[in-house]
């Protein structure tokens, strides 16, 4: 069993428990356990592309620099990785980490800054998506022998969204043609559908005060997927799955749209695929409850009579 | 076909210099090509394409570019910056020009005034965002 020192962020402790105890029960299927750091704190969410404000990049410093204490506490921790789910603290902390490394004049403030917190950062760890744990360190073929209830029936969009593929510096893949969760979704047994619009922004922190201009980006996303004939989503972002999954139930009540498509994070797929069980997803949260379409296709881990 | 001639002084190039020390860009790389616009997400709710605001930064238009929403409405997702052709952080350049106006009014959105039940139902990252980009 490999540890690795795993970076929560705030949303997977409120909006997105599903993603978090789903993403912690197959690690440790997998070998490869996400242990939570202590003492972590938000990575700020959005990194500010400004060249001179350095106050927004000391949250995330401190996050690297916890996370390398963290790691040498763990028992058969990998040396330099700190894992994250969500796709912001991914992108957030990445373009830090490489921001850091290329200009010691603005880590020695920052330093300067966490001295407060007995923390100094020292350039030495990798960010990593846990995409990339499964991957690369995992490999597809240990996660399809480990499928016990294959996703026959299931037709999944998977949906990559902004800040899993940009900028460079925090892109888990090919920027403009991904396949990550391609062969995540297959390795399960589901179909792919692919979708032109698979990283088309979902309006992101609009949903706050510019709720209509999110509305359109979803409207879209949603129907480049149903044209192509998928009966789900699979998303990597909490806050994509929250525009995504609210929204269209907004919509839906109000022009008695079509029927909404459920949004899944990737973890819980695999979860259904490996068998943990169901209330780990944590459904309940999700606001197109995906369980009658699971029930339809006999995947909800209950035997068929 | 209609002529406007502009001003081009001190108050226009303190704006460009402005723009590129916050953003780190060089604006007159842009060549106009409108790649990013093309690409982007956003334009049909913008009042002016992405490179069109470009074209008013490089001529200074500090008040033009300050009333144009594009920069708002830009919600950083990076496929311009990707995507450019002449390698221009796009995208920091929209953040630069929200950055000028929060210098100088820091609060686009007046946080007292989000409704209660927003709070209650809004993601954590939605909030945390939206204040880190609207607020100074």
Redo the contacts between chains.
């Keep these: 069993m490999v540890q690795y020192s795993y970076f929560p962020?705030?949303?997977l402790k409120?909006?997105?428990k599903g993603f978090e105890e789903t993403a912690i029960a197959v690690s440790k299927k997998l070998e490869a356990e996400l242990v939570e750091m202590p003492k972590w704190n938000?990575c700020?969410?959005?990194h500010?592309?400004?060249?001179?404000?350095m106050m927004?990049r000391i949250a995330p410093v401190r996050v690297l620099s916890r996370s390398k204490k963290h790691i040498d506490t763990l028992e058969e921790g990998t040396t330099k990785e700190v894992v994250t789910l969500?796709s912001?603290c991914n992108s957030t902390l990445k373009i830090v980490n490489h921001e850091v490394k290329q200009n010691h004049e603005d880590l020695e403030k920052i330093n300067y800054q966490l001295e407060e917190d007995e923390e100094c950062y020292e350039e030495d760890m990798e960010v990593k998506h846990f995409l990339e744990i499964i991957r690369d360190n995992i490999g597809y073929e240990k996660l399809s022998q480990s499928v016990v209830k294959p996703l026959e029936g299931l037709k999944i969009s998977p949906y990559y969204g902004?800040m899993l593929?940009?900028?460079?510096e925090a892109a888990i893949d090919d920027?403009e043609m991904p396949s990550v969760l391609e062969y995540l979704v297959e390795s399960l047994g589901a179909e792919v559908i692919d979708s032109p619009l698979f990283?088309?922004?979902c309006?992101?922190?609009?949903?706050?005060?510019?709720e209509q201009?999110v509305d359109?980006?979803v409207g879209k996303i949603v129907e480049a997927a149903r044209l192509r004939g998928a009966n789900a989503l699979v998303v990597a972002c909490?806050?994509c799955a929250?525009n995504i999954d609210?929204q269209q139930k907004i919509m839906k009540d109000k022009n008695h749209g079509k029927e909404p498509l459920p949004v899944f994070y990737f973890t819980q797929l695999m979860a259904l695929a490996l068998g943990v069980p169901l209330k780990t997803n944590h459904f309940e949260d999700h606001h197109i409850d995906p369980k009658p379409l699971l029930k339809e296709l006999g995947l909800t881990g209950k035997k068929k009579s | 076909m209609s002529f406007e001639y502009l001003e081009f002084g001190k108050e226009e190039k303190d704006f460009i210099e402005k723009i590129e020390e916050i953003s780190g860009q060089n604006v007159y790389s842009c060549y106009q090509c409108g790649k990013c616009s093309a690409g982007c997400a956003f334009s049909s709710s913008m009042d002016m394409t992405v490179n069109q605001l470009i074209h008013l930064i490089q001529l200074g238009q500090k008040r033009r570019v300050l009333e144009a929403n594009t920069h708002w409405v830009c919600a950083s997702c990076l496929t311009c910056t990707v995507r450019c052709p002449r390698e221009i952080d796009v995208a920091a350049l929209m953040e630069a020009v929200r950055e000028y106006h929060l210098r100088e009014e820091p609060e686009k959105i007046i946080i007292s005034e989000i409704p209660k039940k927003a709070y209650d139902k809004l993601p954590n990252i939605a909030l945390v965002s939206n204040f880190r980009k609207k607020t100074g």
């Design positions: 962020g705030c949303n409120t909006n997105a938000c700020g969410t959005v500010t592309m400004t060249s001179d404000n927004r969500c912001m902004c593929l940009h900028p460079d920027v990283k088309f922004c309006g992101s922190y609009h949903i706050v005060d510019e201009i359109t980006q909490p806050l929250f609210h």
